[in-house]
């Protein structure tokens, strides 16, 4: 595991420059819903995910690839975009649609937080449908790593911040020490106020009520749902693989 102290929580895409996460190990995490979709894709199948940062890299990657082999996926402000196959909805990675199929995904600030931390030595994708696996992962873990919660523009999300709290949580055995980083006290503060009722404070949040007239009406609650899959997606070159394989 790696050294307490040595856990440092980013708040938003916004909070860090890429130069700060090199030679480190980042967990991305986006639980309302880029984390939840990509992990809930590679749990039912999906080969290869490509995150990119924005539409025109989508295409221009789209444009080298049998038409077959992939899909288009993501949002723009909670909305699928127009023309891609998937939005950014766990409920549409179903194993029928995105069994063996590449996937490019593109999300406002997910992809965008996954693409930013690309000088990281290895990189991870976490929510809390997947939290064992992140958690196994980094027993390999003696190096420093960063909890990066992509937030929603610059700004901090409770969902994420949630999540980042509760890898603190199991790390730490509940006892986070003085010596701790002043962001991983913050997020292990808010686990411990909230952790007991992770739906009902992020069915509040400021996302959560962003999506409630876009969205599915179950996606919340499944992005709640902790240990669901056994899938650790991890980058190699640029794709996330479900390095659980
Ligand atoms: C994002 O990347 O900002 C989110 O995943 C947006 C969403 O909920 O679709």
């Keep these: 595991m790696p050294e307490i102290n040595y856990i440092d929580v980013f708040f938003s895409v916004h909070a860090f420059q890429e130069e700060e996460l090199r030679g480190k190990t980042a967990v991305i995490i986006d639980v309302l819903r880029a984390s ?20 025109s ?8 690839m049998d038409q077959k082999d992939f899909l288009l996926c993501g949002e723009k402000n909670g909305t699928k975009i127009e023309g891609y196959h998937l939005g950014n909805s766990p409920a549409e990675y179903e194993p029928e649609v995105v069994k063996g199929k590449t996937l490019i995904f593109n999300t406002t ?6 693409k930013k931390s690309s000088l990281a030595n290895q990189i991870y994708v976490g929510t809390f449908l997947n939290q064992d696996s992140i958690l196994n992962a980094l027993k390999d ?23 980042a709290g509760s890898l603190l949580h199991a790390i730490s055995g509940g006892e986070l020490p003085d010596s701790a980083k002043d962001g991983a006290k913050v997020a292990f503060g808010l686990f411990q106020k909230f952790g007991d009722d992770l739906e009902g404070a992020i069915s509040k949040s400021d996302h959560a ?37």
């Excluded at 939840?36 to 539409?55: F, R």
């Excluded at 960063?146 to 999300?157: D, E, F, I, N, P």
């Design 209 to 245: 009520k962003r999506l409630a007239e876009l969205v599915p009406n179950g996606d919340i609650e499944f992005c709640c749902k902790v240990n669901e899959f056994d899938v650790l997606p991890g980058m190699r070159d640029g794709i996330l693989t479900n390095l659980n394989g």
């Design 36 to 55: 939840s979709s990509i992990t809930t894709a590679l749990s039912n199948g999906a080969k290869k995910i490509i995150p990119v940062a924005d539409m």
């Design 109 to 114: 600030n997910g992809t965008k937080a996954i």
């Design 57 to 64: 890299d989508a295409m221009k990657i789209a444009n080298t």
């Design 141 to 163: 873990h003696d190096d420093e790593v960063v909890l990066v919660c992509s937030g929603w523009q610059g700004r901090l999300s409770i969902e994420d911040t949630l999540f």
